[in-house]
Structure formats: structure tokens, C-alpha cells
């Protein structure tokens, strides 16, 4: 072995990251080329496609020179506020999470999510759990093995959402949501007293696609998403994808018979893109130039889904939009159709539900998948065990699979300890859109003009730009003063719906 | 060094190619997207994207574990018509090219031709050379590099060309060019002599780019290419890319003043297409599951897109189509459609060239870059070499960079060696067309009611199911009973211009 001298295993390090996130980010276009464009015949093949890839990034982190250069570089560098200390500490832990990995492990993961999106697509097609169980049960086979490699941790769930969320421990998680938890349920069982007697306008269908699509490129255009770095195309289960910070692709669907489902998908997406987009070019090419944390991303998408899209002063400005492309719609005005945008029921798609009840539907996911890890739930037994929790938090059980344990495609993906982090996202977006109204009280009247750009800016300084320097719980310390709290969120509920349903 | 027995080395070594055939697919995705899809300022990010793809599989080809495997098999393991046998020539002659680039190398290659195809497609738009030829140079620099990395060949350019064309060389390029360039020139002279006489029937634009899609995807749903295993999209240089047999995807461009430009366009890239959909099923996932050489490959497009597209039979079948989705068009018969699409003109532009002068457009090329090669022939005066040569060959010299050392983008793709593949190519679809007239003689039939099946029928059985397994000579011989010779494509051109024009 060579000794490395400081500066040099900095270059090497930094030329060796910038390697490994070409491949993670040649990996996500193909993943987003599977869900967007490819023939469904091509399947096979892009499953051992994505494989190879991401075990050709696995190969280049792990490999023993890495070790050697960040030994060089001594724990000293990973300390303090600067870019390259951030690339070591990331570096750190991404490799610690990686080393006991075996290559032909993370390719067979690989492999398996590809292989398994493809079952569940038909599964959920078809509303049948029975056909997407086995695939299942491989997945949790693989990601509990990986669960063991990844690290020793306080508790098992820790080492899936160190994936989405570093920083962050189960522990933590599940305080937030008791209290989270605490302030919902009352809040809900009001507003659902009053809805019953409540007549909420609805805008009349059908709404054809190509207007919907002009809807939702308007209100992203609006929100400050360049359609010159990015694209909008659909598919089955809506994402994002940064390729790159002038690459950013988000994608929704339609429904015809939906007034609001892909309008608030598209900003919801395009709030992700919108934090792909905004961070500091001189991170461009390395590891860091990304969204910090998915709580932190899921922030920025539900921030300006709900705070900015389902806010009275959007429909100020969308309104007289929405009337123009749906004509037949019934003429409703700004302050019906806001009403109509915060419609609140106890409905079964995550996706689709309204802010009382969203985080309802990610702790009841929350608790199915620390069961399912810790073996006391059985994939055979996750419908009954769906039904229950969904009987327990929101008062209704699915009436098939497709409304219930097939609706969302993180398990198919292997994305297991990932929906935390939208509740989580939830909490941070009131904290953070609190603190942007203090400091630029002008944004509502800008937002009423259909002008995102004092928002984003204040979102871009103060989340955007850091990339992943910070974890959420600093970037939030940083921005708002405090750590994560629910309080914030839970005040801004009880007021919007205190006001919309007459509490 | 560990001992490997022969069957395990067998087997290691087919898991590694198969790797490593992914990756090169995995490329091919980022590139087709970049074409495709890509927002433009993705581009910086796309070209580390696909170095680093490309350098992975590199690396995995040249790995001395693989030199291992080789050795362990033994010499007589590359010898015989088994699957495993073309496979492991495959694996020598491939590592034997790359052992001898250095990784950098090759991402370094890879960055330049993605970022130089940027710079080709502003230059061109703006008909500047001058804006491209710092780029070309730094190509030309590397691309000598390279030819000198792969082995020693008699002449140089016989690296370049082995590249897409193993087993041919430049004595017998030069050879096959000289003999058909002795027939082709009196027939262009005696040809041109007549056209100024004859009134060609021409179809009436503009011919919107809605309907000559619909066109085009009749022609290739005729020809047997099937879309569930495919795509059609616009690019600004029509181009096919097999990703998987899958998952083939033609691309073409649409001009509203041209009636045939995009179909045959399509046409010839669906030829391409239908090879790489139809190699035999057990060679899908290694690298054998390819068109076997670029010739071979050109040989499909070229007879798809002549024999077949500007055949008299085909319009049969096509003018009622062509006269139904473009009524306008002056209502043309069939007879009138076909000589409309056979018009012979000394034109600038190789891919719209006529069957006549199309390969003197590809020895324009092929002199020209073994000049670039020797270094006879500098970058800088490229622009006026071409004007020369194009004068020598066609007796016109082009007005403007864009339609002359502008008009391809295999310079900046870096596909130096290629242009005589689509001569050679010529030559062998002339061979191919006899050989499946004589065993089939209902082809022609069939094309006149748009059923492309007993052609493709033959050319599967003869050609693509064999994917790799052969060289063009070869598989030539195999096929049509005698080596590659020019003599079929002079006779059939002799006849069917002979008749067209009443020599």
C-alpha cells in the first residue's frame, strides 16, 4: 500500500464520488426510461441493465483504495462546514453502509426491484395481493438481509431509514408521530363532524388530459420549475427523477374524471424538482448535489403541494386558468374552488388524500413495516393486518387490494423505510413555510399573482442550495431555529381547515 | 493465481460478458435518451454519465481474471459452430482490442463524443465548420490514439475499421469500392444523361408530420417490425438502437416539404430493427444477441429500405395509403409513386441520396478519412477536401458546411471506420435479395400486399437468428453460396434503373 498524501486522496476521493454518482444517476434514467418509455418487453433486459449498473457504483465505493483515502484524509476532515468535509462525512457513511454489502447482493437487489415493479404493475392491475406475494416476500427477504449488513443499529427499522433519512432513528420517528398523532385524530373527527352537513362545491368533469397537462405545466411554470432543465411525462405511479441539475423529470397521471389528482401530482413533483434544480452549482457532479434527506425532499414537494397549491391565494391566481381550460366545469370562483381543492374525507389512496388525513396513511405504513421487518407480520397476513390499521386510524377498510396494500409501488421497489419520511416531510414543510412567511411577508400576495419566485428564492437559500451538506434536523435548526416539530404543522391544520369547515 | 477448471471458466465467463453486455446496453440507453429525451442542459451530466458507464464495462472486459477464463478454456475453445465457441472468439478479439486502452482512456473518449455531438448539432445548425473543428481535431487526436492502443494491422485504418467490421480490411474495402465504382460511374452518367429529358412525376406537399408518422409505422407494421417490442420517436439523425430484442427503438425526422424523406427514413431503420429483434432467443443477454457487423447490419436497413421501399411492388401496396393520408398530394398511381421515389439526382446529402449515387457518397467519406488517419489530411482543410472530392465523385460541390463535412454525425460521434460499412452493405442487400428471390419466390407478391412476412422469414433464418455468430463474409457465404461481391448490386441497379429510365 501507497501512502496518500492529504491532497491528493481529496482529488481521488472527490474524482472517485464523482464517478460513483454518474453511475447512481445513469441508474435512475434508466429507471425512469423503465416507467416512462420502455416496451414492457424490454423488462428482463433492464432489470440485469439497472443490476449491472448500480453494482458497477457499488464496486467503485467499496473498493479498498476508498478506505485508504479516507483514512488518509483522517477524521479531522470530515469535520467542520465546508463542501469537502460534507463529501467526506457522506462518503463515511455511505461506505460504512455499503462495505458489508457484497456486490452480487446489491445486483440481485437490483434485479428483484426491477423484476418485482413489473409484477406489481400487473398485481395492482388487476387487484390481486396473491399475485405480487411472492415477489413480495423475495424483497423482504432481500432488504432484511441487507437490514443486518448495513450496520449495527438501536433498532433494526434504524438501518431502513438511515437509507432515506441519515440522522434520523426509529425513536425519533415514532415520538413525532405520537404527538403528531395526538393533535390529528381530534382535528379529523371534527372537521369530519361538520363535512357531513357541509355542502363543498365540486367542479363538474369530465376533464380532458391535454388540459389537465396545460394545467399542471402552468402551475409549475408558476412555481419557478425551468422547463428548460427538465421534462413532463406519464406514468403509472407519479415520481420525480434528478439526472442531473439540468435534467430534472417529473412525471404525473390522469384521470378524466379528477379535477385535482394530476394538478396537485404535478406540483407535488415538481416541488421535488424544484430542489433538484436549486442546488449550488459548485456541488454539480458530486454525491451532494441532491435533495439532503427524503423528509426533506418530501418538504419541498408537500410544501408547495399543499401549503402553496391547495392555499387560498393560489386559487386567486389559478382560478380564472382552471375556468378557461375547463369551461363546463360549472364557473366556479376562486373561493369555491379552493373549497373544492381542501375537500376532506376519509378516503383509502395515500396519493390522493387530503393534508388532515395524509399522515394517517403513512404511520399506518409506518407500523405495518417495522411488524413485517421485526417478523411479527407475515407478507401472507398484510391485507387483514392493512385492514386493521386503516379500520383503526381512518374508520374505513379498503374494499379491494388495489385501495389498499397494492396502492403505492415503494414495496415493490424495495423502498422499505421510506414513508416515514412524507409525514416527517409534512411537519418540516409548516416549519419551513412559517419561517419563509416571516421573513418575506410578501409571499401570499406573490403567489395570488401566480409568482412562486419569492418562495423559491427563500426556499432556495435557505434549503435548496446546501444540498446534502445537512441532515434535516440541522437544516432545519438552520432555517427555522429550532429542531423538527409537529407543533407548527398541527397550528397550521387546526387553522386553515378551523376556517374552511367552521370550527 | 487460483486454477480454473474448464466449465467453470466457461460459466464465469458468460456471467462477465453478460455483465458486461448490459452495461454496454445501459450506454446505449443513456445515448438514445441524450437523442431522444434529454433536456439540452442535461448534456454535461449525460457525458459522465455514459463515461462512466462505458469505463465500468471496460473494466469488467479487461479485468486478468477474464484473460483467466480465456486461457483456461484453451485455443480449440474458440473453434466450431457452438454458441459457446462465437462467444469466446467474441470475448478475445473484444478483450483483445481494449486490453490495450486504459480505462481513463476510454471514459475520457466517451465524455468527447458525447459532448461533441452537442457541439456538431449547434455547428450544423449553423452551417459553421469552424464552430466544430476544435472538437473534431481533439477527436481525430484521440481516435489515432485509440487506432494505435487496439494492435497492430497492416494498414491503420483496418483498426478503425475492425472496430464495426471485424474481419474485413481496407485492401478488400478498397478492392469491393474500386470494382463498383467502375460500374456505378458510367451508369450515373448514362442515368443523369437521361433524367434531364424525363419528366418525373412528383407529389404535391406539404405532407404533414402527423400523417407521414402514421405512414411510416404502416411501412414498418408491414415489414414486420413489431411496435410491442419497439418504439418510433424523432431525433435530429435518424438512428436504431437495439437495448434488447425487446426494446428496439428506430428514430426518425420529419420534413413537411419531402413526401418520402421519414418513410424511408423509417424504413431503413426499421430494417436495422428487425435484425436485432429476431436473433435466436437463446443468444439474448450476452453479446452474441447483436447485428454481426455493421455491414451485415447496413445490408438489412438498405434492403428494407430499397429492394423492398422503392420497389415497384411495395408501392402497390403503399399508394393507396400514401394517396388516402395525403390527398392533396395530386393522386398519384402506383406506378407514378414508385418512379417519384426513384429519382435519381447528383444531390449533398448521403441519407436522402438515391440508390444510384449513395455509395459514392460513402467512398467520399472512406478517402477522406484514411487521409485524416495518415495525417495527409489536416481538419482544417477538411471543408475544402470534401468540396474537392465531392466534385471528383459527384460532380457537384457543396454550398454550404451544413450540407457537406457537416451533413453526418459519425465524425462527432467518433465512428471513424464506419462509412464503408453502408457500401459493403449495399453490396451484400443486392446478394441477400437474390439469394431469398431465388428459395422464395412468392416474396415480391407479398410485398405488393404490404406482407413483409416471407422475406423477413428468410433473412431471420439466414441472417439475424445467428446474432454474432459469424463475420460478414461468412455469413455471406453461408447465405447466398459466395464470397461479398459487388456484381449483384450493379445487375440489379443496371435493371431497375435500365427500365426506369429507358436505357
Given at each position: ?197 357541509l355542502r363543498v362545491p365540486e367542479p363538474r368533469g369530465?376533464f380532458?388530459?391535454?388540459r389537465q397537462?396545460e394545467l399542471g405545466l402552468e402551475a409549475a411554470r408558476a412555481m ?34 379528477l379535477p385535482f389528482s394530476a394538478l396537485f401530482?404535478v406540483m ?35 410544501l408547495w403541494e399543499n401549503q402553496v397549491g391547495r392555499g387560498r391565494e393560489w386559487w386567486a391566481f389559478l382560478a380564472p386558468r382552471f375556468r378557461a381550460l375547463f369551461p363546463e366545469s360549472g364557473g366556479l370562483s376562486a373561493g369555491e374552488l379552493h373549497r373544492a381543492a381542501n375537500r376532506v ?9 387530503d393534508e ?77 413555510w412559517?419561517?419563509?412567511l416571516?421573513?418575506?411577508?410578501g409571499i401570499p400576495e406573490a403567489l395570488s399573482r401566480g409568482d412562486g419566485?419569492p418562495l ?36 397550521y391544520?387546526?387553522a386553515k381547515f378551523g376556517a374552511l369547515y367552521g370550527?
Amino acid at each position: 500500500m501507497t501512502a496518500v498524501g492529504t491532497a491528493d486522496a481529496a482529488a481521488l476521493l472527490r474524482a472517485r464520488l464523482g464517478e460513483f454518482q454518474a453511475l447512481v444517476k445513469a441508474a435512475d434514467l434508466l429507471e425512469w426510461d423503465h416507467e416512462v418509455m420502455m416496451p414492457r418487453a424490454g423488462g428482463e433486459a433492464r432489470a440485469s441493465q439497472i443490476a449491472a449498473v448500480e453494482k458497477a457504483a457499488h464496486s467503485l465505493l467499496v473498493a479498498p483504495e476508498v478506505g485508504e483515502w479516507l483514512e488518509a484524509l483522517g477524521p479531522a476532515a470530515g469535520e467542520g462546514d465546508g463542501d469537502e468535509a460534507a463529501l467526506a462525512r457522506w462518503a463515511r457513511r455511505e461506505r460504512r453502509r455499503r462495505v458489508g454489502q457484497p456486490a452480487d447482493f446489491v445486483g440481485e437487489l437490483a434485479r428483484h426491484v426491477a423484476r418485482s415493479q413489473e409484477v406489481w404493475v400487473e398485481a395492482r392491475r388487476r387487484s390481486d395481493f396473491a399475485l405480487f406475494r411472492p415477489a413480495l416476500e423475495k424483497m423482504l427477504e432481500l432488504k432484511r438481509r441487507q437490514a443486518e449488513l448495513v450496520g449495527a443499529f438501536a433498532d433494526p427499522y434504524d438501518a431502513w431509514l438511515e437509507g432515506f433519512e441519515p440522522g434520523m432513528t426509529t425513536a425519533r420517528v415514532s415520538e413525532l408521530f405520537a404527538e403528531l398523532k395526538a393533535g390529528l385524530v381530534p382535528l379529523v373527527r371534527d372537521v369530519a363532524g361538520k363535512a357531513a352537513s357541509l355542502r363543498v362545491p365540486e367542479p363538474r368533469g369530465p376533464f380532458p388530459v391535454a388540459r389537465q397537462r396545460e394545467l399542471g405545466l402552468e402551475a409549475a411554470r408558476a412555481m419557478g420549475f425551468d422547463f428548460s432543465r427538465g421534462r413532463l411525462d406519464e406514468s403509472a405511479h407519479p415520481f420525480s427523477s434528478g439526472i442531473a441539475p439540468g435534467d430534472v423529470r417529473l412525471t404525473t397521471r390522469y384521470r378524466e374524471d379528477l379535477p385535482f389528482s394530476a394538478l396537485f401530482g404535478v406540483m407535488h413533483e415538481a416541488g421535488h424538482g424544484l430542489y433538484e434544480q436549486n442546488v449550488a452549482p459548485e456541488l454539480e457532479g458530486t454525491p451532494l448535489a441532491a435533495g439532503a434527506t427524503m423528509a426533506l425532499h418530501e418538504s419541498q414537494s408537500r410544501l408547495w403541494e399543499n401549503q402553496v397549491g391547495r392555499g387560498r391565494e393560489w386559487w386567486a391566481f389559478l382560478a380564472p386558468r382552471f375556468r378557461a381550460l375547463f369551461p363546463e366545469s360549472g364557473g366556479l370562483s376562486a373561493g369555491e374552488l379552493h373549497r373544492a381543492a381542501n375537500r376532506v374525507e376519509l378516503s383509502h389512496i395515500r396519493v390522493e388524500a387530503d393534508e388532515l388525513t395524509y399522515s394517517l396513511h403513512v404511520m399506518l405504513r409506518f407500523d405495518l413495516e417495522r411488524a413485517l421487518l421485526s417478523g411479527d407480520l407475515k407478507a401472507a397476513d398484510l391485507p387483514a393486518a392493512w385492514a386493521a390499521k386503516s379500520q383503526e386510524l381512518l374508520g374505513i377498510v379498503p374494499p379491494d387490494d388495489a385501495r389498499g396494500v397494492l396502492q403505492d409501488t415503494h414495496w415493490a421497489s424495495g423502498l422499505f423505510g421510506y414513508f416515514p419520511t412524507y409525514a416527517v416531510g409534512n411537519m418540516i414543510s409548516a416549519q419551513l413555510w412559517e419561517a419563509a412567511l416571516k421573513a418575506e411577508p410578501g409571499i401570499p400576495e406573490a403567489l395570488s399573482r401566480g409568482d412562486g419566485a419569492p418562495l423559491l428564492g427563500w426556499l432556495r437559500e435557505n434549503v435548496h442550495r446546501h444540498g446534502r451538506k445537512y441532515g434535516a434536523e440541522e437544516l432545519v435548526r438552520r432555517a427555522c431555529g429550532g429542531p423538527i416539530s409537529p407543533k407548527p404543522y398541527l397550528d397550521y391544520l387546526r387553522a386553515k381547515f378551523g376556517a374552511l369547515y367552521g370550527l
